[in-house]
T-cell receptor, first 117, second 110 residues
């Protein structure tokens, strides 16, 4: 089956610094990638949708200048949390939908746990 | 606005069938029913999906009522590793978004 990886799996950073999270589709080309955030004991919340080569579409309430998304190739999307604060500490999960895969499946990465101190 | 309703938690004995219900009374004709699960601190895992017919794969069976207003995910022989949060999602096939509700926390007990 299709595999999506994320790097790093966990990261700790200091308040005010920026953190980049990578999402890669390993064995398929992803025209669309999605970024989710999950706080403890809560469900996944969609943050943004990115299409290769174009600007991401952010969900209401998600600051696009704080959460920078780049989808520069069909196998890589990055999420950069700028000027991170402790309230940004969360589990960030990406998912990808392929070029020619069956339209129903969306493949999820293993997640990145961000802790801002 | 929630498109699906699921019980917050369920228990199941190991080796028995786990039947997880989902209500989606406002489902549209072009919307599919998807099931994903999330084991603690991992990304969601696709289980199964269907439109109106019952579906079965190596992981589970999906039973959709004739009026499509509800469905049941069946894990035929639950194991301890099936302990997870199970999400029922409705989505039109041409809609990119996969939006998660609260899900059902299934605990399989020995």
């Amino acid at each position: 089956g299709a595999v999506v990886s994320q790097h790093p799996s966990r990261v700790i950073c200091k308040s005010g610094t920026s953190v980049k999270i990578e999402c890669r589709s390993l064995d398929f080309q992803a025209t669309t990638m999605f970024w989710y955030r999950q706080f403890p004991k809560q469900s996944l919340m969609l943050m943004a949708t990115s299409n290769e080569g174009s600007k991401a579409t952010y969900e209401q309430g998600v600051e696009k200048d704080k959460f920078l998304i780049n989808h520069a190739s069909l196998t890589l999307s990055t999420l950069t949390v700028t000027s991170a604060h402790p309230e940004d500490s969360s589990f960030y999960i990406c998912s990808a939908r392929g070029l020619d895969s069956n339209s129903y499946e969306q493949y999820f990465g293993p997640g990145t746990r961000l802790t801002v101190t | 606005d929630a498109k699906t309703t699921q019980p917050p938690s369920m228990d199941c004995a190991e080796g028995r069938a786990a039947n997880l219900p989902c209500n989606h009374s406002t489902i549209s004709g072009n919307e599919y029913v998807y099931w994903y699960r999330q084991i603690h601190s991992q990304g969601p895992q696709y289980i199964i999906h269907g439109l109106k017919n019952n579906e079965t794969n190596e992981m589970a069976s999906l039973i959709i009522t004739e009026d499509r207003k509800s469905s049941t995910l069946i894990l035929p022989h639950a194991t301890l590793r099936d302990t997870a949060v199970y999400y029922c999602i409705v989505r039109a096939d041409n809609n990119n978004d996969m939006r998660f509700g609260a899900g059902t926390r299934l605990t399989v007990k020995p």
